[in-house]
């Protein structure tokens, strides 16, 4: 099955700043990408999604990288917010109609007031 | 709310009791989920069921039993659990067509194994 390694863990970043996550899969034939945030005592809910048929997509402060030769996307996140803290996830699934959603490991992003 | 209900939400059980998670979408979706998420490995995938089938088991120990009785309803039957069971079980659905869609999760059962 997929295999999505997602860094850092961990991530402070100054109030302003940008934050980037990183995120590999393994199965090539993953073609949807979609991050979620999960703030603190609450589901985790999408923010942006990207697929294989596009390198990059953006809303707002928020954008997401794709290279599919490599096998990693990247989320970015610019002008940083106190409330954009929380733990994000990265996820990967191919089209084969089981639409199974394997997620990295999670990174804990805080913005710093 | 997201559409994705589930029940209870906290929940403490015994290793030798049996107790059933439930969870119920309102959004029409056709794949429903459960997902466990922990410390040591935030969001598994435990399994699947799309259009009432399950087509997905990552190896889940057999003391966790899905079942799924229609697309809007999705059970997590559980029985003799262990302590490192401890963790915050979600459900998700999603519409299944021929590309891949948002997952909308439900607020999760806060499971604790004593």
């Known amino acids: 099955g997929e295999n999505v390694e997602q860094h850092p863990s961990t991530l402070s970043v100054q109030e302003g700043d940008s934050a980037v996550i990183k995120c590999t899969y393994s199965?090539?034939?993953?073609?949807?990408f979609p991050w979620y945030k999960q703030e603190l005592g609450k589901r985790p809910q999408l923010i942006i999604d990207i697929r294989s048929n596009v390198g990059e997509k953006k809303d707002q402060r928020i954008a997401v990288t794709l290279n599919k030769t490599a096998k990693h996307f990247s989320l970015h996140i610019t002008e940083t917010q106190p409330e954009d803290s929380a733990v994000y996830f990265c996820?990967?699934?191919?089209?084969?109609?089981?639409?199974?959603?394997?997620f990295g490991t999670g990174t804990r992003l805080t913005v710093i007031p | 709310e997201t559409g994705v209900t589930q029940t209870p939400r906290h929940l403490v059980m015994g290793m030798t009791n049996k107790k059933s998670l439930k969870c119920e979408q309102h959004?029409?979706?056709?794949?429903m989920y459960w997902y466990k998420q922990s410390a040591k490995k935030p969001l598994e995938l435990m399994f699947v069921?799309?259009?009432?089938?399950?087509?997905e088991n990552n190896s889940v120990p057999s003391r966790f039993s899905p079942e799924c009785p229609n697309s809007s309803h999705l059970f997590l039957h559980l029985h003799t659990l262990q302590p490192e069971d401890s963790a915050l079980y979600l459900c998700a659905s999603s519409q299944v067509i021929t590309a891949n869609t948002e997952a909308f999760f439900g607020q999760g059962t806060r499971l604790t194994v004593v």
């Open positions: 199965d090539s034939a993953s073609n949807y």
């Open positions: 959004l029409g979706h056709n794949a």
């Open positions: 069921y799309n259009f009432k089938e399950q087509t």
């Open positions: 996820a990967a699934s191919s089209s084969s109609g089981a639409n199974n959603l394997f």
